[in-house]
T-cell receptor, first 107, second 115 residues
Framework: EDQVTQSPEALRLQEGESSSLNCSYTVSGLRGLFWYRQDPGKGPEFLFTLYSAGEEKEKERLKATLTKKESFLHITAPKPEDSATYLCAVRTDKLIFGTGTRLQVFP | EAGVAQSPRYKIIEKRQSVAFWCNPI?????LYWYQQILGQGPKLLIQFQNNGVVDDSQLPKDRFSAERLKGVDSTLKIQPAKLEDSAVYLC?????????????FGPGTRLLVL
């Protein structure tokens, strides 16, 4: 059965304290891995798509990487406005989401 | 470019009542998806349309849920009758490419509370 697991469930960081979020997956026929950001009361906002092992994408303080079994979302020197839930999703014939990591960055 | 629009944003009903949600995708997007997101979980796909045809509704509880996409643009999702466990956020998404390809862009969701 296709499965996506995100860890940790919740993460509290001080402003400027870099860290990484993990997304591990077991799927057959991976056709892309997606990262989304979701703020309270809003729909998921697209961040990155990764297609093959070794691929990396960057946007401001965020960097996503992909291996054959997992993806990492690295957050460098986070700011309070980075506080959100980060969702990972893998695509087979449909998008399968993980349960997300709730990130809180406090000043 | 306007994003995915959904209405209403919030809905409170009693169990056994019916409810309908509306979605207008990004202009030109052929593929439309409905997801259910229960509090603390990731979105779960309910149904996906390619233009006005259903591609996958394997996870849609068809005894109470129905969806249509007339003319290949707007879509409605209906629940009749609602149960307590249907309390969730219902998200609509669209993508430019055909099903299975492309990035999905999400609307703000409709928050449903069933009492």
């Amino acid at each position: 059965e296709d499965q996506v697991t995100q860890s940790p469930e919740a993460l509290r960081l001080q402003e400027g304290e870099s860290s990484s979020l993990n997304c591990s997956y077991t799927v057959s026929g991976l056709r892309g891995l997606f990262w989304y950001r979701q703020d309270p009361g809003k729909g998921p906002e697209f961040l990155f798509t990764l297609y093959s092992a070794g691929e990396e994408k960057e946007k401001e303080r965020l960097k996503a990487t992909l291996t054959k079994k997992e993806s990492f979302l690295h957050i460098t020197a986070p700011k309070p406005e980075d506080s959100a839930t980060y969702l990972c999703a893998v695509r087979t014939d449909k998008l399968i989401f993980g349960t997300g990591t709730r990130l809180q960055v406090f000043p | 470019e306007a994003g995915v629009a959904q209405s209403p944003r919030y809905k409170i009903i009693e169990k056994r009542q019916s409810v309908a949600f509306w979605c207008n995708p990004i202009s030109g997007h052929a593929t439309l998806y409905w997801y259910q997101q229960i509090l603390g979980q990731g979105p779960k796909l309910l149904i996906q349309f390619q233009n006005n045809g259903v591609v996958d509704d394997s996870q849609l509880p068809k005894d109470r849920f129905s969806a249509e996409r007339l003319k290949g643009v707007d879509s409605t999702l209906k629940i009749q009758p609602a149960k307590l466990e249907d309390s969730a956020v219902y998200l609509c998404a669209s993508s430019l490419e055909r099903v299975g390809l492309g990035t999905q862009y999400f609307g703000p969701g409709t928050r449903l509370l069933v009492l």
